[in-house]
C-alpha cells in the first residue's frame, strides 16, 4: 500500500522515478480504509530533500499512510522556499486538536547549541507533551532524539573531541524486541552529530531500554518500557550521497574535518560511497510502523492512551 501525499509535493515526482508507489490524495479520498494518520515534525534546514529521505521508507510498507508535515512557528526557515512551506506543511496550532497514530521528529543541526538556547525550544516542549495523548507512538532522530531524552527524563548530551561521522557498524542487545525484528545480529547505519547521550545516564532511568549500541558511534536505538517512544541517535534515513554532501560543505566552509568513516571505499572521499545501510534503514522504519503503531493504535484515534497505560511490547 502507498504513502499518501498532496500531488504536488516534489517528493512525489522523485519517488515515483524510483518506482516506489505514492498515492495523490485525490485517489485516496475514494477508498473506503482506513489510513495510518503520520505526523513527520521536519526540523532540518534542507526540508525538502529530508521529506522525501523519510517519505521513501514510508512508503515501502503494505500499510496505507496519510502524511501531514508540520514545521516550528518559533523558527523561520531559510533554506527551504516559503511557497513550499505554504502549500505543503501545517503549524502546531493548526493540528494541535489533532490525534495522530504516528509522528517522526527530524533531527536538527543544532548541536552546538545548548537545548535551551534553541530559538523553537518551548515549542519542541509544547510538541513532546502533547504527543503524550495525541500521538500513539513517536519516533526521534539524531538530535530530536537526544532533545527527547533530555525533555523526558533530564539525560544530558554531551560534546565530543571530534565529528561522529560516517557508516558504523552495530549490534543488537535485545533480540526479542518486534523493533529490530529480522534485523541481523550486526548491522550499519549512517551517524553525523558533534554530540552524544551516553549509557551510563541512560541505564538510571527504569522506564527506558537500550535495543541497539555500537563501539564507535555509543547508543544507537533506545525506547521507552511501553514503546511508545522510539530514540534513534544515527540517521538511517539519509541517502547514499548525503554524508559526502555534508563532507564537501564542512571542507568548503575550511572546517578540520575527516572524511566519514566506512563510507567511501579506502575512506578515499574521491570514490563513490558504499551502501551499506539501505536494508536496515527500511527494516527499521516498517517494523515501527508495523509493530508499535499500526498493530497497537486503537482503531478509535480519538480513544489513544495517554502515555504509561499500555504493557510493554
Not at 6 to 17: C, F, Q, R, V, Y
Not at 82 to 109: C, M, N, W
Not at 270 to 277: G, H, K, S
Amino acid at each position: 500500500m502507498p504513502v499518501i501525499i498532496p500531488e504536488t509535493l516534489p517528493a512525489k515526482t522523485i519517488l515515483e522515478s524510483e518506482n516506489i508507489f505514492v498515492m495523490g490524495e485525490n485517489r485516496a479520498l475514494a477508498q473506503d480504509i482506513r489510513s495510518l494518520k503520520l505526523a513527520i515534525l521536519n526540523l532540518m534546514p534542507t526540508k525538502i530533500n529530508t521529506e522525501t529521505q523519510i517519505l521513501r521508507l514510508l512508503a515501502n510498507t503494505a500499510l496505507q499512510i496519510e502524511v501531514t508535515l508540520l514545521y516550528t512557528q518559533t523558527h523561520q526557515a531559510k533554506n527551504t522556499p516559503v511557497e513550499h512551506l505554504t502549500a505543503h506543511y501545517h503549524s502546531f496550532d493548526q493540528v494541535r486538536h489533532e490525534k495522530f497514530d504516528g509522528l517522526v521528529i527530524t533531527g536538527a543541526p543544532v548541536e552546538h547549541l545548548g537545548f535551551e538556547d534553541v530559538d523553537y525550544w518551548r515549542e519542541l516542549q509544547t510538541i513532546f507533551d502533547w504527543s503524550d495523548t495525541n500521538i500513539f507512538s513517536t519516533l526521534t532522530i539524531c538530535w530530536a532524539a537526544q532533545a527527547g531524552l533530555y525533555h523526558r527524563y533530564g539525560i544530558p548530551k554531551y560534546a565530543i573531541p571530534k565529528k561522529i561521522s560516517g557508516v558504523f557498524q552495530h549490534r543488537v542487545l535485545r533480540k526479542h524486541a518486534m523493533l529490530l525484528r529480522g534485523f541481523d545480529d550486526q548491522f550499519f547505519a549512517p551517524h553525523s552529530r558533534y554530540t552524544e547521550v551516553r549509557r551510563e545516564d541512560i541505564e538510571k532511568v527504569s522506564d527506558l531500554d537500550i535495543l541497539s549500541e555500537s563501539d564507535e558511534a555509543g547508543v544507537y536505538i533506545v525506547a521507552s518500557k511501553d514503546r511508545r517512544q522510539v530514540y534513534v541517535t544515527g540517521h538511517s534515513e539519509y541517502d547514499p550521497l548525503t554524508l559526502k554532501y555534508e563532507y564537501e560543505r564542512d571542507v568548503g566552509k575550511g572546517m578540520p574535518i575527516e572524511p566519514p568513516r566506512n563510507y567511501f571505499p579506502q575512506d578515499d572521499p574521491n570514490q563513490p560511497p558504499l551502501v551499506q545501510w539501505r536494508g536496515h534503514a527500511h527494516l527499521l522504519f516498517s517494523n515501527w510502523l508495523n509493530y508499535y503503531v499500526y498493530q497497537r493504535t486503537p482503531y478509535d484515534i480519538q480513544r489513544i492512551p495517554g502515555n504509561g497505560q499500555m504493557s510493554a511490547y
